[in-house]
């Protein structure tokens, strides 16, 4: 059987339809065709050629109760383990490394704790360790994504928003290996892995994460939306209060001056210092060993002061949350990060972005969702980053 070389028209089509297939399938090649444009005889003829090289394979009829007659729809999915892919996430806490095929599913993965007292990181220790893990797999691996904590700029090949990273060296990362080399920021890859290994329909959605910072990535029509601009999704950067202390942008009253983690650990590190009352002392020896876990159990416990910063977080939360429902068009929202995994933060976050807006026309209710905080999930979302990146330059199929 003679080999066919697709031409570059046919690997474009059959990137959109894998785009497709991946958040929606199990689907037939009529919905395919239906919900791309494209013809139902290149559709049959492209999904044909993906079976041959198992990227893709045949589940067999659909069930509908309602057809009584006719043909029933054929039913395609994505095949596992056709391509694998290591994915990574940078944190100024720790690194993370996933091994994962084209569906998602973790093979392998490892974390390493990292230093925080240095003033800047280099990427030494990151690269050790990214090329343990590269050595100890048994499977090819196709390409490696990494999630960035800030945007990549691909002209400088460096790491923009954040002056800790000014010597972490990326250039050298991707000399490291002789395989692609991906970068996208963390959140834009979490929300990527919503897309491809999560999601059952094609809807446009947010992905809402606070760690360190603040950052909302928009998927809409699926894809980032805006991804070249960098100022898109920077909702950490967005005023709540005019009055409010001064952000490191050089504005006041920034959201994340309220309710990212660095600024709730500084707000609770004044407390333990000039409180005698909080349950901080009891929690902790020091006030250097403070973390967002301590937090949280002083806020599970009552601590009154530990209460009001985070109601007032989680009020500042609300008010953007609401503002971008009646902005952006999403069915969902993701929410990801730490404090949104307790149980009674959630539950009142919850209660109060179901207090209905006062407008002429409702904007519709989102379903909010909480993502589970670990510590791979930027990890296994720079490997979804590598998927977008192979159905963006259409080497998926060869």
Known sequence: MFKIEL???QKELCSEILNVIFPEGPISRIDIANKTGITPATVSFLTGIMIEKNLLYELGESYNETIKAGRRKILLDVSQEHSFFIGAEITESFYSYVLTDNTGKIFSKKIYSINTSEIFITSDVFIKNLLSFYRSLTV???????????????????LT???TW????LKKIIDSVEIPVFFENNVNCMALAEHFFHSQRNENFLFFHIGRGIHCSYFYKRDIFSKENFLIGEIGHTVVNLDGQYCECGKRGCLQTYTSETWLLKYSQSIYRNSTSTFLHQLVD???ELSMETLLTAYDLGDPAIL???DNALNYIALTLNNLNMILDSAKIFLHGQIFDNENIFNFLTQLLNVEPKLLVFPKQEEIIKK???KINGAIGASALCIYKKLENYDFVV
């Open 166 to 169: 000014k010597h972490f060296d």
């Open 308 to 310: 009001k910063i985070f």
């Open 372 to 374: 589970p905080y670990q």
């Open 140 to 158: 090819p691996v196709s390409a490696i994504g990494i999630a960035l904590p800030g945007h990549y700029n691909y002209s400088s090949k460096i």
């Open 7 to 9: 031409t570059k028209k």
């Open 161 to 163: 928003n954040n002056y």
């Open 286 to 288: 020091t006030e250097s």
